[in-house]
Nanobody
Framework: QVQLVESGGGLVQPGGSLRLSCAASGTIFSINTMGWYRQAPGKQRELVARITSGGSTNYADSVKGRFTISRDNVKNTVYLQMNSLKPEDTAAYVC????????????WGQGTQVTVSS
């Protein structure tokens, strides 16, 4: 089992920044891709960003140029640096990790709320 614990959410004004962290623990061998989804009320869940164990990244078009995902493989932690935040970035952000063991098993964090409001 893999446990994911997120931190770093909160309330921020438009144009501000936040950094989310997601630390993995437990049986953490062969974790390949880690990333972040977000879910806002009344909207579909959106893949925000993901990063492979080798450092390749992908971003949603809505966050390109504003968000940066990074990963510390020693600390088994993935980060999401969010700059130039907009009210439409308001959502629950949930971390995930894909573990390769036979098939691919996906683990989820508990989520952290990000609210962008003046």
């Amino acid at each position: 089992q893999v446990q994911l614990v997120e931190s770093g959410g909160g309330l921020v004004q438009p144009g501000g920044s936040l950094r989310l962290s997601c630390a993995a623990s437990g049986t953490i061998f062969s974790i390949n891709t880690m990333g972040w989804y977000r879910q806002a009320p009344g909207k579909q869940r959106e893949l925000v960003a993901r990063i492979t164990s080798g450092g390749s990244t992908n971003y949603a078009d809505s966050v390109k140029g504003r968000f940066t995902i990074s990963r510390d493989n020693v600390k088994n932690t993935v980060y999401l640096q969010m700059n130039s935040l907009k009210p439409e970035d308001t959502a629950a952000y949930v971390c995930y990790a894909d573990q390769q063991r036979g098939g691919v098993y996906r683990y989820w964090g508990q989520g952290t709320q990000v609210t962008v409001s003046s």
